[in-house]
């Protein structure tokens, strides 16, 4: 089984579904996106990859039945809720903990809680711990056991990617289910469900134009917290006519403010963005790469760590097509420590353009990675002894450096014939130079210095 599973996007409750205030805080001190938490499966909308009819997941919940799992997916789409929707059809305790404000002592008391509720009550427990990838090694190693007995079913909930941010023991002892953005459809059924929901309570005809919708959706960016939370802002900002309340697009503006850049500096999306970047340079679109690299700056990134990858870029992609990248990269590194970064970032997207239609190669990166692979391999092989350097009376009495043919002294200052691998390795090849930019002169440059090697070599063996 994968360590992945796509999860189809959450939505929200159906507008004629029933509410259960049944929390510590009162309804009325509740945002919208709390009160329209759904209760029940059926109250989700979606959900064909995961939770569809006949799915395992659903088949889980719907039978009582509850598994260790991983909820990995951006804010908003429904981590929280799947796990309290869990331990209702199991009918399970639920204890929370947030790994921000949680430490060893918060999951010894969750335990010791636990424990009480399968002696005392005889009910399971799940364990639902939000962001998870908060908590550090040792703090992860302290739910192995009570996993492992059975006193908690373990529910992890993250934004990261759990591959690099949860131990391998967790990750064994659970299973990952990927939640994604929510599509546009389901922010617009749930804005339905939500102005349905609110016409009820507030006992007022409200209403949302079809611009002030579309706006509101873009402005979620797939996440239903967020698209709630600006839905009930707008409403409340709304005037009131005639027991009537319409959104218009200039109300959904004063509440949303500037949109909030997906970039956040380290996580998913900071590797997410960088890797558009890279890819768009690779693939000679310039303009896009401008585009990815505009979007790191106005989300307060690091221009230098464009730098650095363009750096990369130069090496892995370009290569000896246009060794001039590899210049123009750090020109515009140490023009950005120079000028500082208004001149800077220009001087980076320069760089940036010239790189994208540069001609490319990975020949260069390619046959690194096979001679750092074939290095491995054959580390006990011995230098063989014309490539040895003759140090002392006793290395050359030896055979150390002897019959080494000293390069500059030959034809074409090529020995032609000789060996530089080991015996074993002899005629081994690595770099292909491209037929693109200067590589399809080393192209022929190679072929030329091939061609004397042969001659040399048939003649030796005559």
């Not at 302290?142 to 967790?170: M, Q, R, S």
């Not at 220009?346 to 001679?371: D, E, G, H």
């Not at 490539?387 to 000293?406: D, P, Q, W």
């Not at 440059?445 to 090697?453: I, T």
Request: aromatic residues 8%.
């Amino acid at each position: 089984m994968n360590l992945l599973s796509q999860m189809a996007p959450i939505s929200m409750i159906n507008a004629n579904s029933s509410f259960d205030f049944d929390m510590d805080i009162p309804s009325e001190f509740q945002p919208l996106a709390a009160i329209l938490r759904p209760q029940e499966l059926s109250q989700y909308i979606g959900q064909s990859h995961i939770l569809g009819e006949g799915k395992p997941l659903r088949v889980a919940i719907e039978a009582g039945q509850c598994h260790s799992v991983i909820f990995w997916g951006p804010p908003g789409t429904g981590k929280t809720t799947l796990a309290e929707l869990i331990a209702r059809h199991a009918n399970a305790e639920i204890i929370r903990l947030s790994a921000v404000t949680s430490g060893i002592k918060e999951i010894r008391l969750a335990i010791d809680e636990a424990k009480d509720n399968a002696i005392h009550k005889n009910k399971r427990t799940l364990l639902f711990v939000d962001e998870v990838h908060r908590f550090n090694k040792s703090q992860q190693d302290a739910f192995l056991p009570h996993i492992e007995d059975g006193t908690i079913v373990f529910i992890g909930a993250t934004t990261e990617n759990p591959a690099f941010e949860l131990n391998k023991a967790i990750l064994s002892r659970t299973r990952v289910y990927t939640l994604k953005k929510l599509e546009s459809a389901d922010l617009a059924n749930i804005i339905a469900n939500a102005v349905s929901y609110l016409t009820k309570r507030d006992k007022l005809d409200i209403s949302i134009d079809e611009q002030a919708k579309e706006q509101l959706i873009a402005l979620a960016t797939g996440d239903a917290r967020r698209v709630l939370n600006l839905l009930e802002n707008a409403v409340e900002l709304t005037p009131e006519e005639n027991g009537k309340k319409t959104v218009s697009l200039s109300h959904i503006t004063q509440v949303a403010g500037d949109k909030i850049a997906l970039y956040d500096k380290g996580g998913d999306a900071f590797y997410d963005v960088i890797s558009a970047f890279h890819k768009s340079v690779r693939g000679s679109d310039p303009d896009a790469a401008l585009y990815w690299f505009a979007r790191i700056i106005n989300a307060g990134g690091d221009a230098l760590y464009v730098a650095r990858r363009l750096l990369a870029i130069a090496s892995e992609d370009i290569g000896n097509a246009d060794p001039r990248a590899m210049q123009l990269a750090i020109n515009a590194w140490d023009t950005y420590h120079r000028v500082g970064p208004a001149e800077g970032e220009r001087a980076i997207a320069q760089a940036t353009v010239y790189m994208a239609l540069a001609p490319k190669s990975n020949a260069v990166y390619t046959a690194f990675k096979q001679a750092r692979q074939l290095a491995a391999e054959t580390a006990d092989i011995d230098v063989p002894f014309h490539l040895r350097n003759a140090t002392s009376s006793v290395t050359k009495a030896l055979g150390h450096g002897e019959e080494y043919r000293y390069a500059h002294n030959e034809d074409n200052a090529f020995a032609a014939g000789e060996n530089y691998f080991p015996q074993p390795l002899a005629q081994t090849r690595f770099y292909y130079p491209s037929e693109r930019g200067l590589e399809k002169q080393l192209k022929q440059k190679r072929e030329y210095l091939d061609a004397l090697n042969k001659d040399a070599n048939d003649k030796r063996y005559k």
